[in-house]
């Protein structure tokens, strides 16, 4: 296969993988509306698991095609054997992990439900499709360095979560510290590239600003990230020093991300000609980027603050909204790749897809997050059981589920779009 066919081949596992997680996504979501409206057996722990799994894997595809891209190499019409491998070995991975979440062989480990043999599978192809993509990398500038390094956090993080000391409480912080560094600092910094990567695509700002400021903010949204990380930690070790981390979490990481706010601001209002809708997807993540780590990152590492959210809907809030920007991003990739590879102009997706998703996520989020203030309002404080608070929580539940149904639905028109305008010539 050639790297364009590679390429665009992981833009449609994608895709599917997307459609696919929001179908089981919603599955494990209407089981909160009471009692089971689609009257399925499957246990909630084995719907979930499934759909933690596709989570992961939505995002490492759109990733890996997206540095194809960006790394200058998405659009090669060459071939190339030992990535013909490695992709074969991919899909072949994801169908098995598929597989094994519906007959119910996940770990049961929150975002590691993969057995441990299947994650060191797909850590060793998530190696071999950097090294093949750098290695063709003629000019190491800022959007392959930063990718390079996000997808290398990404992957030294699942190999930290495979490591297990027999104790508890210290399986659990390193569990705590694998999840943020990939949420918080591998998958942010991979995204940032390909976000400066579009910038120069739909926008007149100069290479050399992009380029410096790709720099600049992938080292201070590390560090945010780092941050929010080990704040976090306080629910599992209640010392001077985390809660200090966390202290300091709460007023940097506000800053760092106005100012990539800023800089995207600044390239969104200075458009160029293009026709495509990758600045809009990427407007899309920086609001969910700056809500679930700007506010809700910041605020939840402050440790009196999250000692009463943590394990609430709250903490589903923020990681929802921190993925659905990352995948945010992809979605803009794939909108500007496709266009590339037809070599014209124009939109592949269409707007309706865009705003369906758009206000279906923040819909739904705003509906979790008044589900988060009235769970930590009635069990926390007022100590109320859990079953009965769910109960109260149904309402928002219900626009909850709406906000994830119209998700569905405008992703279900964008792989439409993306089906009706494929390229004639992505075989050449």
Do not use: C
Request: avoid cysteine; aromatic fraction near 12%.
């Amino acid at each position: 296969m050639t790297k364009r066919q590679i390429t665009y081949s992981l833009f449609a596992q994608t895709i599917l993988l997307l459609l696919l997680y929001l179908a089981v996504y919603l599955l494990g979501a209407v089981k909160f509306l009471g009692d089971d409206p689609l009257a399925l057996s499957l246990p909630y722990q084995q719907v979930n698991g499934l759909a933690n799994v596709l989570l992961n894997l939505v995002i490492l595809t759109g990733l890996i095609a997206s540095g194809m891209v960006t790394l200058n190499s998405g659009n090669d019409a060459t071939e190339n054997m030992p990535l013909t491998y490695v992709f074969y070995g991919w899909t072949a991975l994801l169908i098995v992990s598929v597989l094994l979440g519906v007959l119910d062989l996940l770990a049961g480990r929150f975002m590691f439900e993969l057995p441990v043999w299947a994650l060191v599978v797909m850590l060793a192809f998530l190696i071999g499709f950097v090294v093949l993509i750098g290695r063709d990398v003629t000019t190491w500038t800022s959007v392959p360095i930063v990718w390079t390094a996000g997808m290398t956090i990404t992957i030294l993080a699942f190999a930290l979560g495979l490591f297990s000391s027999g104790d508890f409480v210290r399986d659990a912080r390193l569990a705590t510290v694998a999840l943020g560094l990939r949420f918080n600092v591998g998958y942010i910094l991979s995204a940032l590239a390909l976000i400066f990567w579009l910038m120069r695509r739909f926008s007149n700002v100069r290479e050399a600003w992009a380029e410096s400021g790709l720099y600049n903010l992938a080292g201070m949204l590390a560090l945010a990230g780092v941050l929010v990380t080990l704040g976090s930690l306080h629910i599992l070790s209640d010392d001077a020093l985390v809660r200090t981390i966390g202290n300091i979490s709460a007023i940097f990481t506000p800053i760092v991300y106005l100012i990539f706010a800023a800089h995207s601001y600044r390239a969104l209002s200075d458009r160029n000609s293009s026709n495509t809708l990758a600045a809009h997807w990427v407007a899309l993540t920086v609001i969910l980027w700056v809500l679930g780590m700007a506010v809700m990152g910041a605020l939840m590492s402050i440790a009196d603050v999250n000692q009463w959210v943590q394990g609430t809907r709250l903490t589903d809030l923020r990681l929802s909204l921190i993925t659905f920007g990352v995948i945010a991003v992809i979605l803009g990739m794939i909108n500007q790749s496709v266009s590339d590879f037809r070599e014209e102009s124009r939109r592949i997706t269409g707007l309706m897809p865009f705003w369906m998703v758009a206000f279906g996520i923040i819909g739904g989020g705003v509906a979790l997050f008044g589900a988060g203030i009235v769970q930590v309002y009635l069990e926390r404080i007022l100590t109320v059981g859990y079953l009965e608070t769910q109960t109260y929580m149904i309402p928002l539940y219900v626009f909850w589920v709406l906000g994830l149904m119209i998700v569905s639905f405008g992703l279900i028109f964008y792989a439409l779009g993306f089906w009706a305008r494929r390229p004639v010539n992505i075989g050449e």
